[in-house]
């Protein structure tokens, strides 16, 4: 039990760093409410309920990750200027979809007869 508690807090905290790093990286966007309203707002929605344990929070978390990586994915080669900033997006989405996806494969996988 306490590994899923571990996993939802991991989940909320790295969605909170990636609204952080959302919200650092378009500081200077010419289009600051658009990039705010579609990229920091959705984890910074969603850190608190994962955070305390929501399983729809760390589902839909872990759905949004994967635009997210795809988006830094994107970033990475299209902009190498941009190219730290999407390296942290794509660890910190990383991060989301292993530690959202973390009580379902223990489930899954995990050691029978205990």
Same mark, same amino acid.
């Given at each position: 039990?306490?590994? !899923?508690?571990?996993? $939802?807090?991991?989940?909320?905290?790295?969605?909170?760093?990636?609204?952080?790093?959302?919200?650092?990286?378009?500081?200077?966007?010419?289009?600051?409410?658009?990039?705010?309203?579609? $990229?920091?707002?959705?984890?910074?929605?969603?850190?608190?309920?994962?955070?305390?344990?929501?399983?729809?929070?760390?589902?839909?978390?872990? !759905?949004?990750?994967? $635009?997210? $990586?795809?988006?830094? !994915?994107?970033?990475?080669?299209?902009?190498?200027?941009?190219?730290?900033?999407?390296?942290?997006?794509?660890?910190?989405?990383?991060?989301?979809?292993?530690?959202?996806?973390?009580?379902?494969?223990?489930?899954?996988?995990?050691?029978?007869?205990?």
């Amino acid at each position: 039990m306490a590994a !899923v508690a571990a996993s $939802f807090r991991v989940t909320g905290a790295t969605l909170l760093a990636l609204a952080l790093l959302y919200a650092a990286w378009f500081r200077d966007d010419r289009h600051l409410l658009a990039s705010m309203l579609v $990229f920091a707002l959705p984890p910074l929605l969603l850190a608190w309920p994962a955070w305390r344990g929501g399983r729809r929070a760390a589902f839909w978390a872990g !759905v949004l990750a994967l $635009f997210w $990586f795809s988006h830094g !994915v994107m970033a990475a080669w299209s902009h190498p200027a941009q190219r730290a900033w999407a390296w942290a997006e794509i660890v910190l989405s990383l991060v989301v979809v292993v530690a959202s996806s973390w009580p379902g494969l223990r489930a899954r996988f995990g050691t029978r007869g205990r």
